[in-house]
């Protein structure tokens, strides 16, 4: 059984998707996983760069990846991490006596291993689902520091709590939670405002259809459209936050979700961050890359699914977080500069015929995308369209459905797959894809086909 320092992932259970698996391929995943735990931080590096490690193993594990594959991706991956430190046993002992939102430990990394074994035990105590209700839900100044770090890191804190509650991993949760709480806390201060702004005014009937709002930042503002420049440090808080938080507060508040139509705004969320991520991979006459920052939001989609299932969390709790989520992923699109959405190039994308394998279908190229050696990023997109698809399989009549057939859902992951597989120049990404400038070394297309 898992508990608060045991990963255990049983071959029964490999995530949203439910495809099969193998013993080996289970009892695998769960030693690299323990590895993991005990022997790495939650950073790589002084500048705060995410071990992917989790996201990477349950992912290829949930695709139906061999034992071997998942072997050889730990391996490729584990050599550069910031071993496991040592816990400060008076610092852990401090927060069990009791913390406030004023922490001093809060937003400091050194202090991941303090807090991951003070959740460790808070999780054996109470059990996890009682301690996110207290730590992420309560509504209380100290609840609400760790919510509104789940966003921040590019919602990496989120991301790895979303694998830990998809497989009922106590000791990721408690990775989750830890990882949270040492993450700076500006996302959760401004989209706090933007919440209070948009509850101090009636909660209008008509909703602006999600990629609608995407496709009209400008129409919106030009001012907040072209809030980000690509020579800042960082362009949410250096760019949107300060050259246009007002606009960004007005345009953002529109975001309403009601308690009665969880189910097709979550399905409108992974869809948009689907449709946005693939349609802004294209900038002629360059070949295709999906955005880095962009593929976040699509990949972290998946955790609103669990996160909708629970019957022991209020329905407003769960509508309250799908806001900020689609808020935040609108923030990120104009901080990457609005980058054109382009669904007909999509549409048109004829891949490279590098395979003598027929694709009729996305499982089709599985294999090549299990033999992609990178740190997740690749297997994460891929996990996340088969569920985007599935959700917006019952709401195909709806306004806000931009990817209707079978044949543009393969295309977003070929897409995908040329824009990662094999040596890539500069990169398997292009960062802030509406900026011409992160185009610049970005290869061209032959003979000018995408």
């Known amino acids: 059984m898992a508990t608060p320092w045991q990963i255990r992932v049983p071959v029964t259970d490999t995530g949203l998707l439910k495809w099969a698996q193998t013993d080996e391929a289970a009892a695998k995943v769960?030693?690299?996983?323990?590895?993991?735990?005990?022997?790495?931080?939650?950073?790589?590096?002084?500048?705060?760069?995410?071990n992917h490690i989790v996201h990477l193993l349950l992912s290829l594990y949930a695709t139906?990846?061999?034992?071997?594959?998942?072997?050889?991706?730990?391996?490729?991956?584990?050599s550069y991490q910031i071993k496991a430190m040592n816990t400060r046993p008076d610092v852990v002992e401090e927060l069990k006596s009791g913390w406030s939102a004023d922490c001093p430990y809060l937003g400091k990394g050194k202090h991941y291993p303090d807090f991951l074994k003070f959740f460790q035990d808070e999780i054996e105590e109470k059990g996890w689902e009682k301690v996110l209700l207290e730590y992420v839900f309560k509504g209380d100044e100290r609840s609400e520091t760790i919510f509104g770090r789940l966003f921040a890191g590019?919602?990496?804190?989120?991301?790895?709590?979303?694998?830990?509650?998809?497989?009922?991993?106590p000791a990721i949760i408690a990775e989750g939670l830890a990882q949270a709480a040492v993450h700076e806390n500006r996302v959760g201060v401004f989209l706090t405002k933007v919440e209070q702004a948009a509850h101090s005014q009636p909660q209008s009937a008509s909703k602006t259809p999600l990629p609608k709002l995407f496709e009209?930042?400008?129409?919106?503002?030009?001012?907040?459209?072209?809030?980000?420049?690509?020579?800042?440090?960082?362009?949410v808080y250096d760019g949107v936050f300060v050259r246009a938080p007002?606009?960004?507060?007005?345009?953002?508040?529109?975001?309403?979700?009601?308690?009665?139509?969880l189910d097709e705004r979550l399905a409108e969320m992974a869809h948009s961050c689907a449709y946005v991520a693939t349609t802004a991979a294209f900038h002629p006459p360059n070949v295709p890359k999906l955005d880095f920052f962009l593929i976040h939001h699509l990949n972290s989609s998946?955790?609103?699914?669990?996160?909708?299932?629970?019957?022991?969390?209020?329905?407003?709790?769960?509508?309250?977080?799908?806001?900020?989520?689609?808020r935040l992923d609108l923030v990120q699109y104009i901080a990457r500069g609005c980058p054109p959405l382009r669904l007909d190039a999509l549409k048109s994308f004829t891949p490279q015929n590098d395979s003598e394998t027929p694709v009729t279908k996305p499982e089709d190229l599985l294999p090549r995308f299990h033999d992609i050696l990178d740190d997740g990023h690749t297997i994460k997109v891929v996990r996340a369209l088969f569920i985007a698809k599935e959700l917006s399989r019952k709401f195909a009549d709806r306004p806000w459905i931009r990817i209707v057939d079978d044949e543009t859902w393969l295309k977003m992951h070929q897409v995908l797959l040329q824009s990662t597989e094999g040596p890539q120049e500069p990169s398997m990404w292009v960062r802030s894809a509406g900026f011409d400038d992160a185009w610049q070394n970005v290869p061209k297309a032959a003979d000018g086909k995408l």
């Open 30 to 50: 769960s030693e690299l996983l323990q590895k993991d735990l005990e022997s790495h931080h939650v950073f790589f590096n002084a500048e705060g760069f995410h």
């Open 64 to 78: 139906g990846a061999s034992a071997s594959v998942l072997e050889q991706a730990y391996e490729e991956n584990h």
């Open 154 to 169: 590019f919602l990496h804190p989120l991301i790895q709590l979303m694998y830990g509650i998809e497989w009922r991993q």
């Open 216 to 235: 009209s930042v400008g129409q919106f503002s030009e001012k907040l459209a072209t809030s980000a420049r690509y020579g800042d440090a960082n362009k």
């Open 246 to 261: 007002d606009e960004a507060l007005e345009f953002l508040k529109q975001v309403r979700v009601r308690e009665d139509e």
């Open 302 to 326: 998946p955790f609103f699914v669990t996160l909708l299932s629970f019957p022991w969390l209020p329905p407003s709790q769960k509508a309250r977080m799908l806001e900020w989520k689609i």
